[in-house]
C-alpha cells in the first residue's frame, strides 16, 4: 500500500525556518509528481509548491522566493524548505502524489 508521511513541522517564531519532509513508500517515486498543499482552520486545502519526475518546480505566489520545494529519489523523499515565515503561514501541511495525500504536519508560526 503506497503511504506517504509528512514530518518536520513543529512552531517558529515569524522570520525563521522550517523543513519539512515527505517520505513515500511502495511507490516508484522518481517517476512521480509530488505537491505540497496546507490547510489552515476555516480555510479550504490550497496548492504550495510541486515537483515533476525531471525536477521542475511551481510555486503560489505566496510562497515565491521564500520556500524551495526539492526532491531525493534515492530516499523517496521530497523536502519544502521554508524560510522567511510568516503567521499566514501557519497550517497543516500535506503532500501529494497520484491523488493520494499523508496525514500532514503542523507549523505555527508566532508573531
Known amino acids: 500500500q503506497v503511504r506517504l508521511v509528512e514530518s518536520g513541522g513543529g512552531l517558529v517564531q515569524a522570520g525563521g525556518s522550517l523543513r519539512l519532509s515527505c517520505q513515500a513508500t511502495k511507490i516508484i517515486f522518481s517517476t512521480k509528481t509530488i505537491r505540497w498543499y496546507r490547510q489552515a482552520p476555516g480555510k479550504e486545502r490550497e496548492f504550495v509548491a510541486g515537483?515533476?519526475?525531471?525536477?521542475?518546480?511551481d510555486y503560489a505566489e505566496s510562497v515565491k522566493g521564500r520556500f524551495t520545494i526539492s526532491r531525493d529519489n534515492g530516499k523517496s523523499t521530497s523536502y519544502l524548505q521554508m524560510n522567511g515565515l510568516k503567521p499566514e503561514d501557519t497550517a497543516t501541511y500535506y503532500c501529494?502524489?497520484?491523488?493520494?495525500w499523508g496525514q500532514g504536519t503542523q507549523v505555527t508560526v508566532s508573531s
Open positions: 501529494e502524489t497520484v491523488r493520494l
Open positions: 515537483i515533476s519526475s525531471n525536477g521542475a518546480t
